[in-house]
C-alpha cells in the first residue's frame, strides 16, 4: 500500500476549500482536509488536536485515488458530509478481518468509502449502494474505474429503504457482511432494522454520526435528526441482537456485531 504523505495536491485540496478554509482553519490545514472534515462540527477529538494530525499522519495509507476523490469531493459545495478517512480505512480494515465479499452502504455520496471498502474486498465482492443524488454517484464513479474496481460497485439510485426491501424480497437476507448506514437520520431505526435482516450472524453494521455533533448529550425536541440518532443509540444500546462498541472516532461509530 502507498504511503500516505502530505503532498502540493493536500495543499491544493485546502485551496478550494475556498473562504472556509482560508477564514476558519488557517494554520490547522492538515486535520481539517484529512479528517474528512467533519470535524468542523463540534465533535471529538477537537480537529485542532496536533494528536489527531499525529494519528492520521502516522495510520493513514490512502490509496492515490481515494486521495483524488477526497480531492475531488471537497471541491462540492456539501463535500464536507464526507466520510472521514480514517473511519473508511477502520472499517474497510474491519471488513477484511470478517473477510467480508458482500457489503451494504447506505448513503453513498461521491464513494469514497464505498471505493476503500472496494479496494479492501476480493474480485469477486460486491459493494451495493443505497443513494438518491446520481449527481454525487456521477462524481465518484471515474475514480472507481481508474483503481479497477467499478465492478464491484453496484449503486442503486432511489431512496435506501426501497433499495433495502428490494433486496430482502429477493432472498438477499443474511447474505451480507458488513452494513455502513450514513444516509438521512431520521430513517436510522428503520435501516438498522432492515440492515439486522440482510446482514448475516457474525457480521458488522457500522453506524455513522452517532454523536450528532455532540448534541446527544443535550437533545434538542425540535432537532429530529438527533431525536433518531438518541433513540436508537438507546435502543442498541438494550439489543440482545447484537454485541456493541461505540468507537469515539470522528462524529462516532456505532459498530454492532450481530450474534
Ligand atoms: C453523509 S453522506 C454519505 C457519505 C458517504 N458514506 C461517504 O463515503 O463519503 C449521506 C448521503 O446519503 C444520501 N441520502 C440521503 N437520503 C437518502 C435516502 N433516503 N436514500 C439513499 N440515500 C440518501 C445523500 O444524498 C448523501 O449523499
Ligand atoms: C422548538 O420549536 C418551537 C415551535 O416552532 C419553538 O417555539 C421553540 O422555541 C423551539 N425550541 C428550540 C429549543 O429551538
Ligand atoms: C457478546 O458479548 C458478551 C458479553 O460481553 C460475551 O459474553 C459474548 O461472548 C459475546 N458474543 C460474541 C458472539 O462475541
Same mark, same amino acid.
Given at each position: ?180 448506514? #450514513?444516509?438521512?437520520? !431520521? ?5 438498522? +432494522? @432492515?440492515? $439486522? =435482516?440482510? /446482514? %448475516? ?21 425540535? #432537532?429530529?435528526?438527533? !431525536? ?5 443509540? +438507546? @435502543?442498541? $444500546? =438494550?439489543? /440482545? %441482537? ?18
Amino acid at each position: 500500500m502507498p504511503v500516505f504523505r502530505l503532498s502540493k495536491e493536500v495543499l491544493a485540496g485546502t485551496a478550494v476549500l475556498g473562504a472556509f478554509a482560508a477564514g476558519v482553519i488557517i494554520g490547522k490545514k492538515w486535520a481539517i482536509l484529512h479528517f474528512g472534515t467533519r470535524n468542523m462540527h463540534n465533535t471529538l477529538p477537537k480537529r485542532d488536536d496536533p494528536l489527531i494530525d499525529y494519528v492520521l499522519r502516522h495510520s493513514l495509507r490512502e490509496h492515490p485515488l481515494l486521495k483524488k476523490l477526497r480531492l475531488r469531493t471537497m471541491e462540492e459545495p456539501e463535500g464536507m458530509i464526507m466520510v472521514c478517512c480514517d473511519q473508511a480505512q477502520f472499517m474497510a480494515n474491519l471488513a477484511k478481518l470478517i473477510c467480508a465479499k458482500k457489503v451494504l452502504e447506505i448513503g453513498v455520496f461521491t464513494g469514497y468509502k464505498a471505493l476503500n471498502m472496494a479496494l479492501a474486498l476480493p474480485d469477486d465482492g460486491k459493494v451495493v449502494g443505497c443513494e438518491v443524488n446520481n449527481d454525487y454517484i456521477n462524481i465518484g464513479k471515474p475514480f472507481w474505474k481508474k483503481a479497477g474496481v467499478e465492478h464491484k460497485i453496484d449503486v442503486r439510485i432511489k431512496p435506501a429503504i426501497e433499495t433495502l426491501d428490494e433486496l430482502l424480497v429477493a432472498g438477499e437476507a443474511g447474505t451480507y457482511d458488513f452494513a455502513f448506514i #450514513d444516509a438521512d437520520k !431520521q430513517s436510522y431505526n428503520e435501516y438498522y +432494522e @432492515k440492515c $439486522l =435482516r440482510l /446482514v %448475516r450472524k457474525g457480521g458488522i453494521i457500522a453506524i455513522d454520526n452517532v454523536f450528532w455533533h455532540r448534541k446527544v448529550l443535550k437533545p434538542d425536541k425540535n #432537532d429530529t435528526a438527533c !431525536q433518531a440518532i438518541q433513540h436508537l443509540n +438507546e @435502543k442498541i $444500546l =438494550r439489543d /440482545v %441482537r447484537v454485541n456493541i462498541s461505540m468507537i469515539t472516532m470522528a462524529d462516532g461509530v456505532t459498530l454492532a456485531f450481530k450474534l
